[in-house]
């Protein structure tokens, strides 16, 4: 698996979704998407989850930041991508899901299950949590045994409960955001046009003012990649000098 450290987060480069699926099989760690936002984070305990699993280029930002490094990557969104999980595995292993609302996950594995014959999901709950909860959870992830657990709260909270979670329950994690609401229809994804000129950021700025301070982290992004381009350039000069 082709890797490269940006700003301490270790991000994995995929040329393809199958190739990404071909890695996983068998894997019990945690799916973590990463995007420039993800990438600007100074948070330590996020950096260690991040590369102690499988960091992957949900967000164009984290494309650009591995090519700019020399590595062959596509952008693998999330919220499409565990759809392709559960389309190769629905046959051969179990599912468990966590997030959002009783509403949301309950239309959610409703139309999982009528869309994919044979997926079994072997236990389900919402994303809001009391004191008690997280036991209660370990004990029916233990009893029930999935293979898969996909778990929607956003991020960085999502990524800290699968942390917790993996520590007493071995599976396969894979944190997914908003993407039951998407799938559940309770929300829309951006218009294939923004998809394609890779502007979904735009998209969900212009539907949601409040995430504006949020983007504030892409002007921080692109200063700090224009620097790290120059640098790594720089270190191949001395590396190899004519």
Known sequence: ??????????????KSKSLFLDEIVDTKKILVAMNAEKIMKDDYQLQRIVNENIAYTDGFGAV?????????AIKIPGSEFWLDIVARFEKTKKFYLIGSTTEVIEATVNKLKEEYSHIEIVGYRNGFFVEG???KLLRDLKKTKPDIVFVAQGSPKQEFLMDELISEYKALYMGLGGSFDIYGGNKKRAPL??????????YRLIQEPTRFSRQLALIKFFTFICRDNVRFKNEKKVKHPL
């Open 64 to 72: 650009i930041a591995l090519r700019s490094r020399g590595l062959e």
């Open 133 to 135: 909860d997280k036991i």
């Open 193 to 202: 046009i923004f998809l394609k000129l890779e502007l979904e950021w735009l």
């Open 1 to 14: 698996m082709n890797f490269k450290i940006i700003n301490n987060y270790k991000i994995s480069a995929f």
